[in-house]
């Protein structure tokens, strides 16, 4: 069984495009996060949600929106996709022995 | 606010090389540490972790100890192998429930046979 896993692994789409990126995990942790990881590898947290509430925003454009509709799930909707919305997405759950991540969401955006 | 600072790669080594990382830090209080691990095409695997100064984390003959005079958490490995080519980041989460966790930028790591 896959901890935390992510839909799609791929998604290539063209700019303007609204796409939705779904992520779920098994292991009962209450907190799960958004992350991006650039072209050069650097990782950024872009949300995080405890127990379905929104705990950090970390100044993503409002293109993104996360929705959190119970706390195994927490998916990720981008609106009117732009070029440097290109990267890979990580979804993660924090529980007490620390942070799963998941295999990402490689997002190209042409 | 917290942040952490990497040796920027990449790193290349022969197999059976030693290989040292250095990880670098600024947080308030006692954060813990991490080094998390990326083979190519997949997610970050938790590598070793230290909660307390002077701890030492290790897994899979990698070792890092946590210095908090030099604030420093560095990664190392007495004999690499070609196995270990990825890409290590180093991170902290600070002290409290609502800290986030924040990597370094990364390095890569070849290991050639």
């Known amino acids: 069984d896959t901890a935390v896993s992510q839909t799609p692994k791929y998604l290539v789409t063209q700019m303007g495009n609204d796409k939705s990126i779904k992520c779920e995990q098994n292991l009962g942790h209450d907190t799960m996060y958004w992350y991006k990881q650039d072209s050069k590898k650097f990782l950024k947290i872009m949300f995080s949600y405890n127990n379905k509430e929104l705990i950090i925003n970390e100044t993503v454009p409002n293109r993104f929106s996360p929705k959190s509709p119970d706390k195994a799930h927490l998916n990720l909707h981008i609106n009117s996709l732009e070029l440097g919305d290109s990267a890979v997405y990580f979804c993660a759950s924090e529980g007490a022995s620390g942070y799963t991540f998941g295999s990402g969401t490689r997002l190209t955006v042409v | 606010g917290n942040s952490v600072t990497q040796m920027e790669g990449p790193v290349t080594l022969s197999e059976e090389a030693f290989l040292t990382i250095n990880c670098t830090y600024t947080a308030t209080g006692y954060p813990s540490l991490f080094w998390y691990v990326q083979y190519p095409g997949e997610g970050l695997q938790l590598l070793l972790k230290?909660?307390?100064?002077?701890d030492k984390g290790s897994n899979k003959g990698f070792e890092a100890t946590y210095r908090k005079e030099t604030t420093s958490f560095h990664l190392e490995k007495g004999s690499v192998q070609v196995s270990d080519s990825a890409v290590y980041f180093c991170a902290l989460k600070g002290q409290g429930g609502s800290e986030k966790l924040v990597f370094g930028k990364g390095t890569k790591l070849t290991v050639n046979p």
């Open positions: 230290a909660t307390k100064a002077d």
